[in-house]
């Protein structure tokens, strides 16, 4: 075993020397003589280097430069620090060296800090460095070195990105606009091979982020096979996979392949990528970033992708083909992306079937439901715990208590300034967006073949088409927002033509008191203004217009209130048979205005069998009530086939008063009764009519007699 101790000490032997020759070497060339040449090229890019510490050498792992206490700012800011690191050692080559010639290869960071902040007025801290570093339209200057002997004055600094290490970095983000800061921790950086115009390396990183927005820390990790062109000018990614992800099960990933080059320091970069994003599971980053959203459907927002092609520059960027994919429901198209002095977006899709309501917040639990709920509730506690009947509070009172009068609600939206609309958020951009679908199921209507074209010009919003099929009638619809001056005014216009007006009715207006059925088309031109949500809702003024052939509405039966009329008036039993709690109209005419919260109908057309129907009316949509004047004039002798008949011709082509009165949540069959205060004249003159046959002088006595008789038949 003697040889091989003797080996291991020839080894050590000739170790020791080279470490003598490589600390000989390195003691003789002092690398501090280029600290002022370094500062004064960052000068020159303007950068302010700052190299408070010395530049030493390193053994180990790798013969290198060892600088410590590195700060990099702003040469007109030169305290505002944006860049700080405890140490950043660079590799040098080693047989350069034994040359005496500083060939970098490696650059290790370590604890590098950068500080990234927005002022007030928007300028990032950055901006002065990479304005001054775009202003220089040559090639970065190269470090000379002292010349010491002939061959020495071929000595310089090269640099080429071999390897690149961060270790333990740390990026911070605030924004004085929004007070909103941001932190990537722990971020490592691992780069090998990062040669311009070499073969493709390979480049990984980590980090965790924390934010603002973000109620868990955001983990990220990089991987990608990338390479630089000649002189920077070009980024090949071939791939870059991004995944995030938090404690929350929230995952996503952006996978991206193609390139970003120009073909010098003057041209703009143009961009070709290939992009695919997927957010799956979607709901976890809704709870990451402190959004509530409550669906009808809790099966929904589960997956989101987006899948497209990036082409183009940084002023205008066309994403050809775009495929978006929300849940089961995918929507294909194109969309362009331009960043000129005016901002703009155009965006058309196409999609399938898409259920919008299951998207909506849960319907509102009506009171009664929640009346009955609280009683329910009640009855099923044990014995022990039910109160005494002092105690007890019925399901009527608890609807009673908790439904706040009108007065009270408007006194209490008085008491809380509506917000005003975010008029100025509205301009500044341009947008085309075309939508369409093969259907869409919202607030419970089917609608077919769906569509949507809006225009956008700086605060101008133009509604150009909105359409669809909807219960074998068509929808169509235009109008504008006008958002550019102080004050926002809109206007729409449209209608719905040959629509099953009761699938509508049902759908929009879900009462389960009053129910229309039949076809009809409906017309309308409205416009309003103010600044406020309040304000457009107060200032609304509309025209609608009504037609059908035929209609049904329930649960009025407007027949047998005329034929009640006549009963009553002629004292004659009314017909005895079953009337259905509806009436059928036929040729219907309606002419509504709306005006805020006030629905008047200014006019009513209608037949009914051998009845035509006039009328007028209105309805308080904040007190939720309507009162409607009815006349109805009998043509023929009988109402209809089994109706009731009458006789007397006095009482024919004659409208006969009729009132509808009462809440949305009160209506039922009684809800229309003659109208007393206009048939007294009527009876006074038809009294009067008879008793002067029969009576003669005694008119007035009978007349009264008479009256006070009807009083007590309509309950007054």
């Given at each position: 075993m003697a040889w091989i101790k003797r080996t291991l000490i020839a080894l050590l032997v000739v170790f020791l020397l080279l470490a003598g020759a490589v600390a000989w070497l390195l003691a003789g060339l002092d690398v501090n003589q280029y600290k002022p040449q370094l500062e004064k090229l960052a000068a020159k890019q303007g950068i302010a280097l700052q190299l408070e510490g010395d530049i030493g050498w390193q053994l180990w792992p790798q013969v290198g430069l060892e600088l410590r206490d590195v700060a990099l700012a702003p040469l007109q800011l030169p305290e505002e620090t944006l860049v700080r690191a405890d140490k950043i050692a660079v590799g040098v080559a080693l047989k350069p060296l034994l040359q005496r010639r500083v060939q970098a290869e490696e650059i290790v960071l370590v604890a590098p800090q950068i500080e990234l902040s927005v002022d007030k007025e928007g300028r990032g801290n950055w901006e002065l460095i990479s304005e001054a570093l775009e202003a220089q339209s040559k090639e970065p200057p190269k470090l000379e070195i002292p010349k010491e002997t002939e061959e020495s004055s071929q000595q310089q600094v090269q640099l080429s990105l071999d390897k690149l290490r961060i270790q333990n970095g740390l990026v911070s983000y605030t924004d004085a606009r929004t007070n909103k800061a941001y932190k990537v921790e722990d971020l490592r950086v691992t780069a090998d091979n990062l040669v311009p115009g070499g073969e493709p390396g390979h480049l990984s990183a980590d980090a965790s982020m924390s934010g603002s927005d973000l109620r868990y820390p955001l983990n990220l990790k990089l991987d990608s096979t990338l390479a630089l062109d000649e002189g920077l000018n070009g980024l090949r990614l071939q791939p870059l996979q991004l995944t995030f992800t938090a404690d929350n099960n929230a995952k996503a990933t952006v996978h991206l392949r193609g390139y970003v080059r120009r073909d010098n320091s003057n041209q703009p970069w143009r961009v070709q990528m290939n992009l695919n994003a997927s957010a799956d599971p979607l709901r976890p980053w809704l709870d990451l970033t402190g959004t509530q959203v409550v669906t009808r459907n809790s099966a929904v927002l589960q997956k989101l992708n987006i899948e497209t092609s990036l082409e183009g520059t940084e002023q205008k960027l066309d994403l050809t083909p775009l495929q978006l994919q929300?849940?089961?429901?995918?929507?294909?198209?194109?969309?362009?992306?331009?960043?000129?002095?005016?901002?703009?977006?155009?965006?058309?899709?196409?999609?399938?079937?898409?259920?919008?309501?299951?998207?909506?917040?849960?319907?509102?639990?009506?009171?009664?439901?929640?009346?009955?709920?609280?009683?329910?509730?009640?009855?099923?506690?044990?014995?022990?715990?039910?109160?005494?009947?002092?105690?007890?509070?019925?399901?009527?009172?608890?609807?009673?208590?908790?439904?706040?009068?009108?007065?009270?609600?408007?006194?209490?939206?008085?008491?809380?300034?509506?917000?005003?609309?975010?008029?100025?958020?509205?301009?500044?951009?341009?947008?085309?967006?075309?939508?369409?679908?093969?259907?869409?199921?919202?607030?419970?209507?089917?609608?077919?073949?769906?569509?949507?074209?809006?225009?956008?010009?700086?605060?101008?919003?133009?509604?150009?088409?909105?359409?669809?099929?909807?219960?074998?009638?068509?929808?169509?619809?235009?109008?504008?927002?006008?958002?550019?001056?102080?004050?926002?005014?809109?206007?729409?216009?449209?209608?719905?033509?040959?629509?099953?007006?009761?699938?509508?009715?049902?759908?929009?207006?879900?009462?389960?008191?009053?129910?229309?059925?039949?076809?009809?088309?409906?017309?309308?031109?409205?416009?309003?203004?103010?600044?406020?949500?309040?304000?457009?809702?107060?200032?609304?003024?509309?025209?609608?217009?009504?037609?059908?052939?035929?209609?049904?509405?329930?649960?009025?039966?407007?027949?047998?209130?005329?034929?009640?009329?006549?009963?009553?008036?002629?004292?004659?039993?009314?017909?005895?048979?079953?009337?259905?709690?509806?009436?059928?109209?036929?040729?219907?005419?309606?002419?509504?205005?709306?005006?805020?919260?006030?629905?008047?109908?200014?006019?009513?057309?209608?037949?009914?069998?051998?009845?035509?129907?006039?009328?007028?009316?209105?309805?308080?949509?904040?007190?939720?009530?309507?009162?409607?004047?009815?006349?109805?004039?009998?043509?023929?002798?009988?109402?209809?086939?089994?109706?009731?008949?009458?006789?007397?011709?006095?009482?024919?082509?004659?409208?006969?008063?009729?009132?509808?009165?009462?809440?949305?949540?009160?209506?039922?069959?009684?809800?229309?009764?003659?109208?007393?205060?206009?048939?007294?004249?009527?009876?006074?003159?038809?009294?009067?009519?008879?008793?002067?046959?029969?009576?003669?002088?005694?008119?007035?006595?009978?007349?009264?007699?008479?009256?006070?008789?009807?009083?007590?038949?309509?309950?007054?």
């Amino acid at each position: 075993m003697a040889w091989i101790k003797r080996t291991l000490i020839a080894l050590l032997v000739v170790f020791l020397l080279l470490a003598g020759a490589v600390a000989w070497l390195l003691a003789g060339l002092d690398v501090n003589q280029y600290k002022p040449q370094l500062e004064k090229l960052a000068a020159k890019q303007g950068i302010a280097l700052q190299l408070e510490g010395d530049i030493g050498w390193q053994l180990w792992p790798q013969v290198g430069l060892e600088l410590r206490d590195v700060a990099l700012a702003p040469l007109q800011l030169p305290e505002e620090t944006l860049v700080r690191a405890d140490k950043i050692a660079v590799g040098v080559a080693l047989k350069p060296l034994l040359q005496r010639r500083v060939q970098a290869e490696e650059i290790v960071l370590v604890a590098p800090q950068i500080e990234l902040s927005v002022d007030k007025e928007g300028r990032g801290n950055w901006e002065l460095i990479s304005e001054a570093l775009e202003a220089q339209s040559k090639e970065p200057p190269k470090l000379e070195i002292p010349k010491e002997t002939e061959e020495s004055s071929q000595q310089q600094v090269q640099l080429s990105l071999d390897k690149l290490r961060i270790q333990n970095g740390l990026v911070s983000y605030t924004d004085a606009r929004t007070n909103k800061a941001y932190k990537v921790e722990d971020l490592r950086v691992t780069a090998d091979n990062l040669v311009p115009g070499g073969e493709p390396g390979h480049l990984s990183a980590d980090a965790s982020m924390s934010g603002s927005d973000l109620r868990y820390p955001l983990n990220l990790k990089l991987d990608s096979t990338l390479a630089l062109d000649e002189g920077l000018n070009g980024l090949r990614l071939q791939p870059l996979q991004l995944t995030f992800t938090a404690d929350n099960n929230a995952k996503a990933t952006v996978h991206l392949r193609g390139y970003v080059r120009r073909d010098n320091s003057n041209q703009p970069w143009r961009v070709q990528m290939n992009l695919n994003a997927s957010a799956d599971p979607l709901r976890p980053w809704l709870d990451l970033t402190g959004t509530q959203v409550v669906t009808r459907n809790s099966a929904v927002l589960q997956k989101l992708n987006i899948e497209t092609s990036l082409e183009g520059t940084e002023q205008k960027l066309d994403l050809t083909p775009l495929q978006l994919q929300l849940d089961s429901t995918t929507f294909s198209g194109s969309a362009q992306l331009r960043n000129a002095e005016m901002p703009g977006l155009d965006l058309s899709l196409r999609g399938g079937a898409f259920n919008l309501d299951s998207y909506l917040p849960p319907a509102e639990e009506k009171e009664g439901e929640s009346a009955t709920s609280a009683e329910a509730a009640a009855q099923s506690k044990p014995a022990e715990q039910t109160p005494t009947s002092a105690e007890t509070i019925s399901a009527q009172q608890i609807q009673k208590q908790s439904k706040p009068k009108a007065s009270e609600q408007q006194e209490t939206a008085q008491q809380v300034p509506p917000e005003p609309l975010p008029l100025s958020a509205l301009r500044g951009f341009t947008a085309n967006i075309s939508l369409a679908l093969d259907q869409l199921q919202a607030a419970d209507l089917q609608l077919d073949s769906p569509e949507i074209q809006l225009t956008v010009d700086n605060g101008l919003y133009q509604l150009q088409k909105l359409s669809a099929d909807i219960y074998g009638g068509q929808l169509n619809s235009n109008g504008q927002l006008n958002a550019r001056a102080q004050t926002a005014e809109g206007q729409v216009r449209g209608g719905l033509s040959n629509v099953d007006i009761g699938k509508v009715q049902k759908a929009l207006f879900p009462s389960e008191k009053v129910q229309v059925a039949g076809e009809a088309s409906v017309n309308w031109d409205g416009r309003t203004k103010g600044k406020t949500s309040v304000d457009l809702q107060k200032n609304l003024v509309a025209a609608v217009n009504i037609s059908s052939k035929e209609l049904s509405i329930a649960p009025f039966n407007l027949e047998k209130s005329m034929c009640q009329l006549f009963s009553y008036a002629e004292n004659t039993p009314l017909p005895d048979r079953d009337w259905p709690a509806q009436t059928g109209l036929q040729d219907v005419r309606a002419t509504i205005a709306v005006k805020g919260d006030d629905v008047k109908v200014t006019e009513i057309l209608a037949g009914i069998e051998n009845i035509a129907m006039t009328g007028d009316g209105e309805i308080d949509l904040k007190k939720q009530d309507f009162d409607f004047a009815l006349g109805l004039a009998l043509v023929g002798e009988s109402t209809s086939a089994d109706g009731c008949t009458v006789k007397n011709k006095r009482w024919r082509n004659r409208p006969l008063p009729l009132r509808c009165k009462g809440d949305f949540d009160d209506v039922g069959p009684g809800t229309c009764k003659p109208d007393s205060r206009r048939l007294d004249d009527l009876v006074r003159e038809e009294l009067k009519h008879k008793a002067k046959k029969k009576y003669g002088d005694k008119v007035e006595e009978k007349v009264d007699e008479l009256k006070e008789k009807l009083k007590n038949l309509f309950g007054r």
